[in-house]
């Protein structure tokens, strides 16, 4: 069972446009984190965020948790085709343990 | 530094033969996770290991699904009389603390397609 939901399901966008995802639940979590996957490799953490209303930035990659603690959000900035890939959310809290429960995944195509 | 390593990368077999997948996680790293990635869909928890014992089995979608890890280090995910509903990405991810904010790193995973 995914708790976790993810929108949109794919994005194709061109270099230098913006894009936000979303990953909402009911469920509120101690811990959120975002993951990149490549084809054929594990997923790479990217952020965790722990507090609510916590904005993280790495380069042009900005993450919100929300008050609540149930839900996130990643903007891109002037998105590169080096962005493209499968951006996976993934929660934790007292019912999970110590397991990532994930989303399905927004999978991002940047083209030139 | 290597990090988490997985082996076969690739498994083919067919409905029925048993198969085992190995993860040899980072060194030092005392938890380690297998998690189970279908076609279009987020990871999903199997097992976790603190040291030698399986602290929470509760992912393991049924009996024919039995994992070791008998030192603390490498660890084998062994599937008996296997399915074509099994066929995915087998994931391994290892963590030096099992805290919320601690990293899993993963490992590129075994895809297993069952005939």
């Known amino acids: 069972t995914q708790l976790l939901e993810q929108s949109p399901q794919f994005l194709s966008i061109q270099e230098g446009e913006n894009l936000t995802v979303y990953c909402n639940s009911s469920s509120v979590f101690s811990s959120l984190q975002w993951y990149r996957q490549e084809p054929g490799e594990g997923p790479v953490l990217l952020v965790t965020?722990?507090?609510?209303?916590e904005v993280k930035k790495l380069k042009r990659l900005t993450f919100q948790f929300g008050d609540a603690r149930k839900d996130s959000s990643l903007h891109i900035t002037a998105a590169q085709t080096g962005d493209t890939g499968l951006y996976l959310c993934?929660?934790?809290?007292?019912?999970?343990?110590?397991?990532?429960?994930f989303g399905k995944g927004t999978s991002l195509l940047v083209t030139p | 530094g290597a990090g988490v390593s997985q082996t076969p990368s690739n498994k083919v077999t067919e409905k029925g033969k048993y198969v085992e997948l190995r993860c040899d996680p980072i060194?030092?790293?005392?938890?380690l996770y297998w998690y189970r990635q279908s076609l279009g869909q987020g990871p999903e928890f199997l097992i976790y290991?603190?040291?030698?014992?399986?602290?929470?089995d509760s992912g393991l979608p049924n009996d024919r699904f039995f994992a070791v890890r008998p030192e603390g280090s490498v660890s084998t995910l062994k599937i008996q009389r296997t399915e074509r509903g099994d066929s995915a990405v087998y994931l391994c991810?290892?963590?030096?603390?099992?805290?919320?904010?601690?990293?899993?790193?993963f490992g590129p995973g075994t895809r297993l397609t069952v005939l």
């Open positions: 991810a290892s963590s030096q603390g099992v805290g919320y904010t601690d990293t899993q790193y």
């Open positions: 965020v722990v507090t609510g209303g």
């Open positions: 060194s030092g790293h005392t938890a």
């Open positions: 290991f603190q040291g030698t014992g399986a602290a929470d």
């Open positions: 993934a929660g934790r809290n007292s019912n999970s343990g110590y397991a990532l429960n």
